[in-house]
């Protein structure tokens, strides 16, 4: 039972699934369903919701980020039963992780076929590790940066897209076929002594560029525990200054 906010997208999703029905309302959506699904930008979630009227019944699953459980309590009372979700895109192929907190044997028996379901206990894992998927745009940045790079030395772009593409898949599809090795392991395991990614492992290692991803990932924390917004930045770091 879909919301009709958005009516381009219920539209379709009605005519290509057969078992999805467009509300009339979104108390409609509530008169009719056991669980509430609230999937919306964070800076609407009180203007869609105060007008609702939710029931004991209702088992709530919120993805909006940034906004805890204490919060949605008040817009969805007498509803007690609250969880969080954080579904990734690539959940649409069924691969991924999905993060909920606090478990639920019910969300999760939904969700189980749809990626790699990690229940946690503590809200504050949910915010941390979702402090984590902001580098998945630095991720195809770093693919995007690689793509550039071969073009600019004579790859034609189609063989370059292609390589890098298919380079970074296995390497991710690396950690499931190394049940038990951690990803230190797996580093080490992938650079031979004196060779090439050795040296690349050291030089990037030297002028902190692991050392930024942590400093992005606390902004990115601070940020969902709103003490940070989106203008503030890291300094620019002087890599004159490595050795």
Known sequence: ML??????RAKQLAEHIQNVEVAE????V?????????????????????????SEDHQILSFVSGHSIEKLQSLVTPAKRIARMIPLPSIARHEGPIILSPPSPG????????????????ETELETLCAVTALMAPYFGLLERCVDWLGINGVKKSNAMDFTGALFHGLGQTPDASPGKDFAQLSIEHATPMG?????YRELKKIGWYDDISKTLDLISNRLAGKAAFKDGLERPDYTKSS
Not at 34 to 53: K, R
Request: proline share 7%; aromatic share 8%; no cysteine.
């Open 107 to 122: 969300i999760a028996a939904l969700f189980q076929e749809t990626g790699s379901l990690v229940e946690v206990e503590q």
């Open 3 to 8: 919301s009709p906010r958005n009516q381009n």
């Open 30 to 54: 509530l008169r009719e369903s056991g669980i509430i699904f609230i999937a919306v930008p964070p800076q609407i979630v009180e203007h869609v919701s105060t007008p609702l009227t939710f």
């Open 196 to 200: 090439f990614n050795e040296h690349a």
């Open 25 to 28: 309302d979104n108390q409609a």
